[in-house]
Structures are given as C-alpha cells and as structure tokens.
C-alpha cells in the first residue's frame, strides 16, 4: 500500500497479512493511497495489499521509504489458520493433533502458488534490509502513530480506526503442542527479526 504523508511523499507500507494490517489501512482511509487493492490479485497470486516490496519497487516506488509491521511468528500462525482452513472447508482444529514436521511442512508447501501462499510466507521475505519495522506486540495504539509520525512524517486524526472484520477472524483454532514447535523451526528467520 503506497500512503502519501503530510508532505506529499509516498511511503510504502508492506502489509504482511495477519499483523494487524487492515487496523493500519483504517487509520489512513482519508490520506491519497494506492496500490492497497485486496480483490486485486497479482501475479504472484497475492493481494496487491498484500504484495512483496519488490512489487513496489517494481511499480516505480522504487526510492520510497518503507515499513511494516511483524508479529510473533506463532501468534501470525495462528491467525493464519483463521483464513486458511476456512478457505479450505478444514476444521479449524486440523493442527490439533499434528504430530510430524514433514505433514506441517507439506500442508505448506500445499499452498504456494494459491492465494494461500501470503498467509503462510515468511515475514522476512516481504520486505528488505531499508524496511522500517514496528513489532506488533508494542501495540497499535499511540505509540505506533507516534512512531509512524517520527519516522515518515504521517500523521492522522482518527485515533480508533473501524474496519470490517470477517467472520473467520472469531474463530480460535486448535494445535498440538508438536505444532508449535513446529512453527518455531519453519520460521527460525523471522524470530531473529523480532
């Protein structure tokens, strides 16, 4: 998503799905925005809100600033879920009872190439070493508005943004303990980002 800052700039905000994204979108509803389309689907079969920063740069943003926001890998996951099984018509407790690596790994790897695939991607591979990151633990409150102001010189008047939540994002899904540290090793790369 390109926002305009308060001095006409363009800044990239690399919205990894599941990190509170559509919570940041809705604070910036009123500022001039684009490339933030979520029926879009790319090439990459992502949503274009949802794209890669190389599909910024790709698309003349290449000498913007950027930022993102991550979150604890095992919290992302779990949310994930939410979408991702409900997509798949699976019960939301599928990982309840997961067991071995290689089953977690091909479920997957089962989604690249779909619309699934953003859900499930590493968060390292959406952004690159100039990305500014604002951890999602840290809450998405003043402290985040003070943060984007200090740092891209946006700011905005809604202070409690409203956005439309599915109906997947109240489910609570299910893992085995297996499951999380199963998490833990496909996405050892992006706790060392935290």
Same mark, same amino acid.
């Given at each position: !998503?390109?926002?305009?800052?308060?001095k006409g700039e363009n800044i990239i905000f690399i919205h990894i799905p599941r990190t509170g994204g559509?919570?940041?979108?809705?604070?910036?509803? @009123? @500022?001039?925005?684009?490339?933030?389309?979520?029926?879009?689907?790319?090439?990459?079969?992502?949503?274009?809100g949802h794209e890669k920063i190389k599909y910024y740069y790709n698309n003349g943003y290449k000498n913007c600033k950027s930022f993102t926001i991550i979150r604890n890998p095992l919290y992302r996951f779990t949310?994930?879920?939410?979408?991702?099984?409900?997509?798949?018509?699976?019960?939301?407790?599928?990982?309840?009872? !997961?067991?071995?690596?290689?089953?977690?790994?091909?479920?997957?790897?089962?989604?690249?190439?779909?619309?699934?695939?953003?859900?499930?991607?590493?968060?390292?591979?959406?952004?690159?070493?100039?990305?500014?990151?604002?951890?999602?633990?840290?809450?998405?409150?003043?402290?985040?508005?003070?943060?984007?102001?200090?740092?891209?010189?946006?700011?905005?008047?809604?202070?409690?943004?409203?956005?439309?939540? !599915?109906?997947?994002?109240?489910?609570?899904?299910?893992?085995?303990?297996?499951?999380?540290?199963?998490?833990? !090793?496909?996405?050892?790369?992006?706790?060392?980002?935290?």
């Amino acid at each position: !998503m390109i926002i305009q800052n308060d001095k006409g700039e363009n800044i990239i905000f690399i919205h990894i799905p599941r990190t509170g994204g559509s919570y940041v979108a809705a604070y910036f509803k @009123h @500022h001039k925005c684009s490339l933030n389309d979520y029926q879009k689907i790319t090439v990459n079969n992502f949503e274009e809100g949802h794209e890669k920063i190389k599909y910024y740069y790709n698309n003349g943003y290449k000498n913007c600033k950027s930022f993102t926001i991550i979150r604890n890998p095992l919290y992302r996951f779990t949310s994930a879920l939410k979408r991702v099984l409900t997509y798949l018509n699976l019960p939301i407790d599928y990982f309840k009872d !997961m067991k071995n690596y290689d089953d977690f790994k091909t479920f997957i790897y089962n989604q690249r190439g779909t619309i699934l695939e953003q859900f499930l991607e590493h968060q390292y591979k959406f952004i690159d070493n100039k990305t500014k990151i604002y951890k999602f633990d840290n809450r998405l409150g003043f402290k985040f508005l003070d943060w984007l102001k200090d740092n891209f010189n946006l700011t905005t008047k809604i202070k409690d943004p409203k956005y439309l939540k !599915m109906s997947s994002d109240f489910l609570k899904p299910t893992i085995s303990k297996e499951t999380i540290k199963f998490v833990e !090793m496909y996405y050892k790369e992006d706790y060392k980002i935290l």
